[in-house]
C-alpha cells in the first residue's frame, strides 16, 4: 500500500547546486504532477505529465525540469537552485488526466536552499 | 481563469463547536470539479471530496458536511461536533478546463481545534 513515494523526504542544499526529486506510484495511474507548496499560497503545479511520454508545464515552471521515466517515475529537476525554490514539494498520481478524477499525494520533499 | 479563493486564513475552535470552512471559486467553464483535502500536521494530503459541476446535492458523510452552491459559486465545508483530530490545513481545490486534472488549489485554512 505504499501509493505515492517521493525521496528524500528532506534537503539542505546551497545556491547553485542540481537536485533531483524522485516520485514513484505503485497504483498503474497515467497521470502524475509535481506541485510546490508555500506558505499562504496552497499549493501551485509546477509540471504535469498526462500520460507516459508527455510532460507540459504548470503554473510556475521557471527553474524546474522534468522526466517521465515510464509509467510509474516522474522525477522533477532542479538546474541551479536559487533561495526562491525553498519550498515543499508534492508529487501526486491520477488515475487517468481527467478533471473528476482525485489525486493521491506523497508525503512530500521539504526543500531548503540556503 | 481559474480561481480559488479561502478568505479564511486560520480558525481556532473549541472541542465540540461546529465550524464552517470557506471556499468560493471562479470559472468559465461549463463543466467542472471541486475537490476538499486535508493535510494534518504530519504533512501528508488527503483527499476528502469530490464534487461536479452538475450535482448541486449537498452531501454528508459523518461529521463532515458540504454544501455547494452554482448560484454563489461555493463550496463550503462543515466540521459538526469537531474533534482535536479534525486540526488541520484544508484545502479547496479545482480543476475544469481541458481534461488534464490538473487542479487550482485556495490558499488553505488552518482549523486549530483546542480541548
Known amino acids: 500500500n505504499a501509493g505515492v513515494t517521493q525521496t528524500p523526504k528532506f534537503q539542505v542544499l546551497k545556491t547553485g547546486q542540481s537536485m533531483t526529486l524522485q516520485c514513484a506510484q505503485d497504483?498503474?495511474?497515467?497521470?502524475m504532477y509535481w506541485y510546490r507548496q508555500d506558505p499562504g499560497m496552497g499549493l501551485r503545479l509546477i509540471y504535469y505529465s498526462a500520460s507516459e511520454g508527455t510532460t507540459d508545464k504548470g503554473e510556475v515552471p521557471n527553474g524546474y525540469n522534468v522526466s517521465r521515466l515510464n509509467k510509474r517515475e516522474f522525477s522533477l529537476r532542479l538546474e541551479s537552485a536559487a533561495p526562491s525554490q525553498t519550498s515543499v514539494y508534492f508529487c501526486a498520481s491520477s488515475e487517468i488526466g481527467s478533471s473528476n478524477q482525485p489525486q493521491h499525494f506523497g508525503d512530500g520533499t521539504r526543500l531548503s536552499i540556503l | 481563469a481559474q480561481k480559488v479563493t479561502q478568505a479564511q486564513t486560520e480558525i481556532s475552535v473549541v472541542e465540540k463547536e461546529d465550524v464552517t470552512l470557506d471556499c468560493v471559486y471562479e470559472t468559465r467553464d461549463t463543466t467542472y470539479y471541486l475537490f476538499w483535502y486535508k493535510q494534518p500536521p504530519s504533512g501528508e494530503l488527503v483527499f476528502l471530496i469530490r464534487?461536479?459541476?452538475?450535482?448541486?446535492q449537498n452531501e454528508i458523510s459523518g461529521r463532515y458536511s458540504w454544501n455547494f452552491q452554482k448560484s454563489t459559486s461555493s463550496f463550503n465545508f462543515t466540521i459538526t461536533a469537531s474533534q482535536v483530530v479534525d486540526s488541520a490545513v484544508y484545502f479547496c481545490a479545482l480543476t475544469g478546463s481541458g481534461n488534464t486534472g490538473k487542479l487550482i488549489f485556495g490558499q488553505g485554512t488552518t482549523l486549530q481545534v483546542k480541548p
Open positions: 464534487r461536479n459541476s452538475f450535482d448541486e
Open positions: 497504483m498503474n495511474h497515467n497521470s
